[in-house]
């Protein structure tokens, strides 16, 4: 699986960004978004999956991030997005598309990786 990252870019405090995913049968994992700021470790910021027993979404949010970014896919277009709000400087670091196989996502679980997308926030 291939996963192409779109999006992002530099914003003021309290702006917004979106980062897109793409990629094909993105249906058949769980898809996440991870971030990486300088010094620091990778972490998962938020996550989807489809519900085996609906059409509905799965999704989960770290704590950081709960209430500003929403995540969303449209499985038409292959495609996995994460809308960034109320953004911070402390969300400056590279955005990474992750698909697994397993959930919830966690790092060590990951199967493929996007290149990643630069988000900055600064004044």
């Known amino acids: 699986v291939q996963l192409v990252e779109s999006g992002g870019g530099a914003v003021q405090p309290g702006g917004s960004l979106r980062v897109s995913c793409a990629g094909s049968?993105?249906?058949?994992?769980?898809i996440g978004w991870f971030r990486q700021a300088p010094g620091k470790e990778r972490e998962v910021v938020s996550a989807i999956r489809t519900d085996d027993y609906s059409s509905d979404y799965i999704k989960f949010y770290d704590d950081s991030v709960k209430g500003r970014f929403a995540i969303s896919a449209d499985s038409g277009k292959n495609t996995v997005s994460l809308e960034m709000n109320g953004l911070q400087p402390e969300d400056t670091a590279i955005y990474y598309c992750?698909?697994?196989?397993?959930?919830?996502?966690?790092?060590?679980?990951?199967?493929?990786w996007g290149k990643g997308t630069s988000v900055t926030v600064s004044s």
């Open positions: 049968n993105l249906d058949d994992y769980a």
């Open positions: 992750a698909a697994s196989a397993v959930w919830p996502l966690s790092i060590g679980h990951v199967e493929y």
